[in-house]
Nanobody, 123 residues
Framework: QVQLVETGGGLVQAGGSLRLSCAAS????????VGWFRQPPGKEREFVAG????????YYAASVQGRFDVSRDNAKNTGYLQMNRLKPMDTAVYYC????????????????WGQGTQVTVSS
């Protein structure tokens, strides 16, 4: 329904920053909650951050609270994940996803997914 493409991943030194983008197609992006998930190597996918269709409401996993900032620009059909003070434990494939649920942290609640972008943090 909504096509998503993540960009902005790469290799960064511990303590550095990266900004991920999630470009969406279609005209209904503003109607969706945008969620960010990540999958570390050898581990299951986990919730990172979310933002509702009104950008005043955001929520985060405890592991990234205070370091990551999620935002969106509905006029550009794009979501963002600003990652600061990165740690080696942040190394993962990062995915953006879209859902109709308010405040959802469950992958099952998200209907559309991007293909993921690799983030590697060196120690």
């Amino acid at each position: 329904q909504v096509q998503l493409v993540e960009t902005g991943g790469g290799l960064v030194q511990a303590g550095g920053s990266l900004r991920l983008s999630c470009a969406a197609s279609g005209r209904t992006f503003s109607n969706y909650v945008v969620g960010w998930f990540r999958q570390p190597p050898g581990k299951e996918r986990e919730f990172v951050a979310g933002i509702n269709w009104r950008p005043g409401f955001t929520y985060y996993a405890a592991s990234v609270q205070g370091r990551f900032d999620v935002s969106r620009d509905n006029a550009k059909n794009t979501g963002y994940l600003q990652m600061n003070r990165l740690k080696p434990m942040d190394t993962a494939v990062y995915y953006c996803a879209a859902a109709a649920n308010y405040g959802s942290r469950l992958a099952q609640d998200f209907d559309s997914w991007g293909q993921g972008t690799q983030v590697t943090v060196s120690s």
